[in-house]
Nanobody, 117 residues
Framework: QVQIEESGGGAVQTGGSLRLSCVVS????????VAWYRQAPGNERELVASINSGGATNYVDSAKARFAISRDNVRKTVYLQMNSLKPEDTAVYYC???????????WGQGTQVTVSS
C-alpha cells in the first residue's frame, strides 16, 4: 500500500528558506506525478507545484522564481525548496500523487510552515 509522508516544515522569518520532503513509498514512484499543495487557515487547499515522471514541472504564479520542485527516484522523494519566504506562504503543506490519469485520494499528514514578519 502506498504511503505518503511529508517533512521539513518549520518556523522561519521573512526571506528565509526551507526544504520540504515528500516520501511516497511503494513501487510506483518512478512513474507518478507528485504535487505539493498548501492550506492556510480558513482557505481551501491549493496547488503549489508539481513534477511528473519525466521531470517536467509546474508552479502556481506565487511560487514561480522562489520555489523549486525536484525528485529523487532512488529515495522515492520529492523536494520543495522554498526561498524568499513570505508570511503569506504560511500554511500546512501536503503532497499527493497521480498514477496514470487518477489523482490519489490519500494525503499525508502535512508539514507546517510558518513565516513571521
Amino acid at each position: 500500500q502506498v504511503q505518503i509522508e511529508e517533512s521539513g516544515g518549520g518556523a522561519v522569518q521573512t526571506g528565509g528558506s526551507l526544504r520540504l520532503s515528500c516520501v511516497v513509498s511503494g513501487s510506483i514512484f518512478s512513474v507518478i506525478t507528485v504535487a505539493w499543495y498548501r492550506q492556510a487557515p480558513g482557505n481551501e487547499r491549493e496547488l503549489v507545484a508539481s513534477i511528473n515522471s519525466g521531470g517536467a514541472t509546474n508552479y502556481v504564479d506565487s511560487a514561480k522564481a522562489r520555489f523549486a520542485i525536484s525528485r529523487d527516484n532512488v529515495r522515492k522523494t520529492v523536494y520543495l525548496q522554498m526561498n524568499s519566504l513570505k508570511p503569506e506562504d504560511t500554511a500546512v503543506y501536503y503532497c499527493r500523487y497521480k498514477y496514470g490519469s487518477a489523482w490519489s485520494t490519500k494525503w499525508g499528514q502535512g508539514t507546517q510552515v510558518t513565516v513571521s514578519s
